[in-house]
């Protein structure tokens, strides 16, 4: 069959168009993923961003604030900024909190705003906690940075500015002094990320995420503990991930311990509790997979507050 010059130009020129359409969904795809629900190394001391019914469960008014610099000196990697805060009312049955998260990635920011309350049955020396979430992302797309090969391309002429996208999600949690053990979904919702005349890629929408966590501590002697942790992720369309963590705690004041994050990173955790209100953590992951070549590595800054006297019968440090 003949093709004229003019039909082959258009035809190549809807590959590239197509071809940057692709490239666009699959970076947000990929990102989306691993990053929609922000990854945290020190997530077994932020566990609220990742299960509501976490919410009141160090018996006292707790904030954790954490920055994260994901595979630094890569171009458009992730950086992530949170803060949660979240304490028992006085009927202690029921908790409160809430959380900020902003997350960026290439041309996308997404800025969470959540609230969080858990309902929690006393169960001797333990507690079972059910956690609802609810909020909404505020999406935001730099579609004009993508220099598009046409000018006057009507789908990157603008930019997404603070699209909301409401969601909400749930959580179980059973826990003690000594150990945790919860599943939790903190999006339900599928909505749609950008509209308009695009392809119909699966990846223009958030992703549901599931979540496991489990952790226990051990006494080895009197001044050295043992807190060995788990957490596996389930993302719609994606393999599942699992974070191991070991965790030593000295003298009730000096954690330190290892992560290996399934075929992907590995890194080391530091944390220190200053006294019975503050403490100061970091975390360090290098990667493994291709992106190491072009990556120094991943950096996590966390700071706690525990912002006044815990209820009678906790003590400090709290090990979850």
Known sequence: MYTSNDDLYRNIKTTMKNSLYLLFF????????????????????????????????????TATAIYRKQWVSFEGAPTTQTVTVHAPLRNESISVGGSIVNDSHGPVRQTGLYADISYRLFLGKSKLAFGLKGGLNLFQANLVDLNPLEADDPAFAANISNKPLPNFGFGILWYSERHILGISAPKLLTNKLLDGDLPDFNNNKEKQHFFFIAGYV???NP???????????????APPGMDVTANFLLYDKFWIGGMYRWEDAVGALLQYEIN?????????????????????????????FDLYKPIAGDKSPRYF
């Open 218 to 220: 051990w006494d080895i």
């Open 276 to 304: 019975n209100k503050f403490r100061i953590g970091y975390s360090y992951d290098y990667t493994l997979s291709d992106i190491q070549s072009y990556s120094s590595g991943s950096h996590e800054i966390m700071l706690g």
């Open 26 to 61: 699959l970076l947000l795809g990929t990102m989306a993923q691993a990053q929609q629900d922000p990854l945290f190394t020190q997530y077994m001391f932020n566990t609220l961003s990742i299960n509501p019914a976490y919410a009141g469960s160090a018996n006292m008014l």
């Open 223 to 237: 001044y050295l503990k043992f807190k060995p942790t788990i957490m596996v992720k389930g993302v719609d369309g």
